[in-house]
């Protein structure tokens, strides 16, 4: 049988450990969950290399889950925020 292959990037927080939770909660029968440990250096890497830019992240089949993507520290958005500009 096939099976949905569903990754969960975790840095092992609280809010990681709640995305484990809720994902394995909804996981059926046709589902292989997998928890991945982001302190593990291929772990980070096939993280970068799907794009993702924050933890906690699902990728579904391969691709970032719409909820999972776009996050992360922009450089530009800090900026806009006054990161790096000195106060008057």
């Known amino acids: 049988m096939t099976k949905r292959k569903i990754e969960v990037f975790s840095a092992g927080c609280p809010v990681c450990e709640d995305a484990i939770t809720l994902v394995k909660g909804m996981a059926c ?17 096939r993280a970068k290399n799907l794009g993702i830019r ?9 691709r970032i889950a719409d909820c ?14 006054g990161v790096g500009s000195p106060l008057k």
Do not use: W
């Open 54 to 62: 924050s933890v906690p992240a699902v990728v579904i089949d391969g």
């Open 29 to 45: 029968p046709s589902c292989d969950v997998q928890v991945l440990d982001m302190k593990n250096p291929e772990v980070t890497e």
């Open 68 to 81: 999972c993507a776009g996050r992360g520290i922009d450089e530009n958005t800090l900026r806009a925020a």
